[in-house]
């Protein structure tokens, strides 16, 4: 019985995606960010949608932002951000990393 | 050029690690090439089609498609790690001592290649679609930039096999009787650093939203990515061990948790079941 409680409260947590409810809009051109600098507001969660219009996919990359995420050509994709404690999350785009490199600031 | 190479590199050694110590745990298994030929292979075909229906899957559950994906394909690979390691509890020294008395390669431990050939093809999968994205993009583009950017790639591909193999290599050194409980621990360690792999795709997905604030940061003294010597050092301690310079609470949980539940589950399911070594046991 109490095992079926818990696993009622596992299946709880897991079905109840927490959502932000404005996204910051950033676009991807020509494997460059726009804009390149996000500013977020500090100790809460932040969604940047982002909208490939490359022909190619890419990856958001960051390790100080704990995130990978791959976002198809001409297509968009939600990335969430942990609550961050201000300061300044460098992130790229992996796969054209000379071209598409960005910075969220935490304020 | 360059740039290709690191990327190709990088994600080769992070399947190929894996590989290795699959190779190593099953050292002397008869049949053990094919299953993990068949894992590489149907890994590279697996990642074939994530990368094609790649818009497709981000796009499930509400955008979070591509991190319960990840987070599902991690945890499966996770359960076939806890199994092959609770079932070697039970006859790891069997395995040995079968080794030792035919020289040659043993029957024993079959039964759990199908499960280490699944976790080969999630390791697989799972680098090889970023590859397959990243180089797909490059050659759609064409031209002499492609051509060099492919020789990139095919460079990083063999830099990163050496490296695996180099590290299995490594890993046969160790004496028969220590092999399996040195790969018993490092395939607990590769399992917990999965499951907090997990974890953290959840989290990105927008599930399990608590105990989010990261316990340490060592991304100073060791960071966890990046293009340097330290950062290729830390990736790889990341892939084996599941090393992370900024781990939150849940995923240090979720990392602990493994370990624990996988120790427990060799010694509950083996009780009782363990030959003595001094005594001769009746042919299984």
């Known amino acids: ?107 | 050029m360059l740039a290709s190479l690191i990327i190709v590199f990088r994600e080769v050694i992070e399947a190929g690690l894996i590989v290795g110590i699959v190779l190593a745990a099953t050292q002397g298994v008869l049949g053990r090439s094919l299953w993990v030929a068949i894992g590489v292979g149907a890994g590279v075909l697996g990642a074939c089609i994530v990368a094609l229906f790649a818009e497709q899957i981000s796009a499930q559950f509400e955008g979070s498609g591509q991190e319960l994906f990840n987070a599902t394909i991690l945890l499966l690979a996770v359960g076939m790690l806890t199994w092959h390691n609770v079932w070697m509890a039970g006859h790891g020294r069997q395995m040995a001592r079968e080794m030792r008395s035919l020289g040659a390669e043993v029957t024993a431990g079959q039964r759990t290649l199908t499960a280490l050939a699944v976790v080969v093809g999630v390791a697989v999968l799972r680098e090889g679609s970023e590859v397959v994205l990243f180089l797909y993009g490059i050659a759609a583009q064409g031209g002499l930039t492609a051509a060099s950017v492919l020789a990139g790639g095919a460079l990083g591909l063999a830099a990163g096999a050496a490296v695996s193999a180099a590290m299995y290599y490594g890993l046969l050194t160790i004496p028969a009787h220590w092999l399996f409980s040195v790969t018993g621990w490092l395939i607990t360690l590769l399992a917990a650093g999965m499951a907090s792999q997990a974890v953290l795709f959840l989290q990105n997905g927008g599930y399990l939203q608590f105990l989010m604030t990261p316990v340490w940061d060592t991304s100073w003294l060791l960071p966890e990515g990046g293009e340097g010597v330290l950062g290729i050092v830390g990736r790889m301690l990341h892939t084996l061990i599941g090393y992370s310079d900024q781990p939150d609470g849940l995923q240090l949980t979720a990392y602990l948790g493994t370990i624990v539940a996988i120790n427990v589950l060799m010694r509950v399911v083996n009780r009782g079941k363990r030959v003595p070594a001094a005594v001769p046991s009746p042919a299984e």
């Open chain 1, 1 to 107: 019985m109490r095992n079926a409680v818990l696993i009622a409260a596992c299946f709880a947590l897991v079905a109840a995606p927490a959502f932000a409810d404005n996204a910051i809009p950033v676009v991807l051109k020509d494997h460059k960010f726009a804009p390149a600098t996000i500013h977020v507001k500090a100790n809460v969660s932040n969604v940047i949608a982002l909208a490939n219009n490359d022909d190619t996919a890419e990856e958001f990359d960051s390790t100080a932002l704990k995130v990978e995420k791959v976002v198809a050509g001409h297509s968009s994709g939600n990335v969430r951000l942990r609550p961050l404690a201000p300061g300044r999350y460098p992130f790229e785009g992996e796969y054209h990393s000379a071209t598409a490199q960005g910075v969220v600031i935490a304020e």
